[in-house]
């Protein structure tokens, strides 16, 4: 089957806008993961879902970052009134596995690259 | 809180050489899993590699071994027979549940 697919796979913003980037996570999969990757860095956690239900959210960095997964399967990450610290690649990931195990393979898609002008 | 090291932003290797990535990571929790991945300039992220705080025997995949070293908190990639695709960014991970935290990376260059 396909791999985690994101959506857009670039985005220009301008200062003030509102931005939704899209997670189409592997079938069946019922953990989904959003990071945040600056340039030069590792990802840092965002938020995490295990079917519907946003379990973790301590990785937004305010509250114009926001998260939902409503069906459990597809996630939409949107960003409202963008700064450009905004500027990030937005990797999603998934995983078959639930919290409580430390062997936590997660897929990863290939990010959306946002840049805010 | 947990923390992941990695002091080598950039290497560079032979090609048909072995290479070794190391990380270095801080946690009370006794269980815990560690995670290599590799990141081409594609951008996309490819699990390696995985060693659990319980497993007893270093985990290998193909060209891939996990130096693990749990009493220094170690958990060292070592590359063998270098070849010119290796060229990426390796990271290190850990979860101890359900997220992962990464370190800063290291960027691999093969050179012919």
């Known amino acids: 089957g396909a791999g985690v697919s994101q959506s857009p796979r670039y985005k220009v913003a301008k200062r003030g806008q509102d931005v939704a980037l899209r997670c189409d996570p592997i079938?069946?999969?019922?953990?989904l993961f959003w990071y945040q990757q600056a340039l030069g860095q590792g990802p840092e956690f965002l938020t995490y879902?295990?079917?519907?239900?946003?379990?973790?959210k301590s990785g937004l960095p305010s509250d114009r970052f926001f998260a939902e997964r409503p069906e459990g399967s597809v996630s939409t990450l949107k960003i409202q009134r963008t700064q450009q610290e905004d500027s990030a690649v937005y990797l999603c990931?998934?995983?078959?596995?639930?919290?409580?195990?430390?062997?936590?393979?997660?897929?990863f898609g290939p990010g959306t690259r946002l840049t805010v002008l | 809180a947990q923390k992941i090291t990695q002091t080598q932003p950039g290497m560079f290797v032979q090609e048909k050489e072995a290479v070794t990535l190391d990380c270095t990571y801080d946690?009370?929790?006794?269980?815990?899993?560690l995670f290599w991945y590799k990141q081409p300039s594609s951008g996309e992220m490819i699990f390696l590699i995985y060693?659990?705080?319980?497993?007893?025997q270093n985990a290998t995949e193909g060209r891939y071994s996990l130096n693990f070293q749990k009493a220094r908190k170690s958990a060292n990639l070592v590359i063998s027979a270098s070849q010119l695709g290796d060229s990426a960014m390796y990271f290190c991970?850990?979860?101890?549940?359900?997220?992962?935290?990464f370190g800063a990376g290291t960027t691999v260059t093969v050179r012919a």
């Open positions: 990931a998934s995983s078959s596995r639930t919290s409580g195990s430390s062997y936590n393979e997660q897929f």
């Open positions: 079938s069946g999969h019922v953990s």
């Open positions: 879902f295990q079917n519907e239900a946003q379990l973790d």
């Open positions: 946690t009370s929790d006794p269980s815990y899993g």
């Open positions: 060693q659990g705080s319980y497993d007893q």
């Open positions: 991970a850990m979860s101890n549940d359900y997220k992962l935290s």
